[in-house]
């Protein structure tokens, strides 16, 4: 007797700010059979992770790899790990994620200083630099990609100020990474967090993580080996011990690194998958994937400008992988949202806050971002829009956005 | 040019007390295409999945969910949720993961109790009560199976007793869940944790917990709705708000709750696993599957004493799914270990602190717990030994093992 049904999800085009479409050699790659976690074969597979993820943040860093929970554990694994508590955290605000950092710095037990942006803009880097004198932080935290607002926070000269004023910078680049340049080494960042299940394209899951040897010094000052594990006096009780086991980045980079000391069981199945996305966006070339992004976008903005729909934000710090649309006067949102999930089998994203029931955000990231989904998401949308009563003139987004491609 | 070659990790007899091999059904459930995280299909494939967790854990409690991360992700998770800074947390230690609770008590900011017993045994729960009389600790936590030492607490009345005292007790399954039985509403267990990579043989990256109203109700006098996503007076300053975002179980049972609140991304790809695992599971019967393990247990036990081989630890309090060898005199345990793996293409386990080189374990976990893998480690163990200089009857391990199988 089955009680529960065969797995056999829908295919989806999914066109929202992540979760997105995956590449089939990824899924395929989480169907290969397990090894332990100190075979060498597998320890091998980790390595060659951590050279690829090098790559991908553009480092010549020791550290990075991958960090085992959603894009959000990573962001917590380096606050907690470099935030000790009554540091002094400034944090720049642009966003729902802005807001997030925030969050988990005061849980942290920092002491948080924020400075806020009308959602839709970015802050000039003047303008953080005047606050980090101000402030004097020990950690400044802040987001290079809202996918709430659709918005890009130039990064340039911050890491250097940080430096003059011995603070560590740590950057939310989850929906950036794999989809435009994120410079770690040359825009001097101290620790950078990268999502799987945007521009990279792999499941949610993992937080490919990268830190330099300024991070990696505070955490070293925080560190001791886990009970159940010591062996001498190496377990000393007069530091600011990181307030989390699983996060402790001290103890996750020994199980990185050659001593291979035992911490969690590194999640076998994702790791392939995160393996053979790196390989995909290495073989695909980092500068020819964000010229990629860039050509799609023009395409799917040039046919929502023929459909007559205005775009929400400042164009000028514009997401290249996040298109905000204005909702049209009258048109129930989320009632479109529907249709288009159910009828055409597209999903385009909602959005948080002020800006629910204001907006549509449509992604344009990784796998996702190719012409015949674009092409299909403008021409699902004209459709939906004719039926909920909108006024539109038919049939011009599909052209307009097949221009782009023709003289690309 | 191919920098990185295709995927292709050799297939592995895994038999470690985890992470262990996976059934093909579960290996094939991830390479399905994902599914958008609010997308209702996928909605509803989280509260089946919460369900069929609830069969699990032999409870009727509403909350019963994976956390996104490995085992300790989950233990953790209901750490940080239930002991607030200064509580009383008393910890009973009978091996590694004991010490682990410690640590994890400690970064949650508690006032930790330990007692401890010899490695190779566990406790009277006359021992335990009493010490609970004298701590009064607010929480109790414990570990139900301890894979470095290969044994099994058992747990009744000690639920019975921490209602008594008005103590939660919290308790670490990771290894039991799905090889014998974990009675949670029985026992009167207030938060349980269970691992994916052992007895459910799913890939390591999830934790499925669950936990009555009693917990809830400590958690939800700490909670708070999360920054960016407030809309009244919902953020009160004056708790002890959890010390983690990430692992505040007042948020994530919002996201697992028909109110759907935005938290992590869902792993989408593990979630299909752990859902086609736990449907394994409950087509086999847990009465079924904990008498598999008691049976292939047997077979290797009855194997292990006709080679002559020396077991470690009491017998009286032993996992069904670890058996724990005493390594020969003057055999070095990490040669034959490798020979295993490198000629036989078999993994069995060494294990930590005190018993490092002294012990091997042998688990037989989930899908690796079958009378071909049994006869097949016993098989290569013998060659093994034979061509470290061991003496030992040849042929006798496997011919036990095979009048334990046609006794059956």
Chains 1, 2 share one sequence.
């Not at 989390?244 to 001290?250: A, C, P, Q, R, V």
Request: hydrophobic share 40%; proline share 5%; aromatic share 6%.
């Amino acid at each position: 007797m089955k009680r529960f049904e065969d797995l056999s999800p829908s295919l989806r085009c999914i066109m929202t700010p992540g979760p997105v479409e995956v590449d089939p050699r990824v899924l395929r790659a989480m169907s290969f059979p397990v090894l332990g976690q100190f075979d060498p074969e597998f320890t091998s597979i980790m390595n060659e992770t951590m050279g690829m993820l090098r790559e991908l943040f553009a480092t010549s860093n020791q550290w990075a790899y991958p960090v085992d929970g959603t894009s959000r554990s990573g962001i917590e694994a380096a606050m907690v790990s470099l935030i000790a508590p009554g540091d002094r955290v400034l944090i720049p605000i642009y966003g729902r994620f802005g807001h997030l950092l925030h969050e988990i710095a005061e849980r942290c037990g920092a002491e948080v200083h924020t400075m806020e942006k009308t959602w839709g803009s970015v802050f000039d880097k003047e303008e953080i630099i005047a606050e980090m004198r101000r402030v004097k932080p020990d950690v400044v935290a802040m987001v290079h990609g809202e996918t709430s607002t659709g918005r890009l926070q130039p990064l340039e000269g911050i890491g250097q100020a940080c430096r003059e004023m011995d603070a560590l910078l740590i950057v939310d680049a989850v929906a950036t990474i794999g989809g435009v340049p994120v410079e770690t080494d040359a825009w001097q960042l101290d620790a950078v967090i990268g999502g799987t299940q945007k521009c990279l394209s792999v499941p949610s899951g993992m937080a490919p993580i990268t830190y330099n040897k300024r991070a990696e010094e505070k955490l070293l000052s925080r560190k001791r080996v886990e009970r159940g594990l010591r062996t001498g006096d190496d377990g000393a009780d007069d530091i600011a011990v990181v307030r989390s086991n699983y996060f402790d980045l001290g103890m996750l980079q020994d199980y990185w690194s050659p001593l291979r000391l035992n911490h969690h069981t590194e999640m076998t199945s994702m790791l392939y998958a995160l393996r053979e996305g790196l390989r995909l966006v290495l073989e695909e070339g980092l500068e020819a994937r964000f010229a990629r992004h860039r050509l799609h976008e023009r395409a799917l903005v040039a046919g929502l400008e023929a459909m007559g729909l205005e775009q929400y934000g400042d164009p000028g710090c514009k997401m290249p992988m996040v298109t905000c649309v204005a909702i049209p006067d009258g048109v129930d949102g989320e009632s479109v949202r529907t249709m288009l999930l159910d009828s055409f089998g597209i999903e385009i994203a909602s959005s948080f806050g002020p800006l629910k029931g204001k907006i549509w955000r449509i992604g344009t990231m990784g796998f996702s971002c190719r012409g015949n989904n674009v092409l299909r998401v403008l021409g699902a949308l004209e459709a939906a829009l004719l039926r909920h009563g909108c006024r539109l003139p038919a049939g011009l987004g599909v052209q307009a956005a097949l221009d782009v491609y023709e003289q690309a």
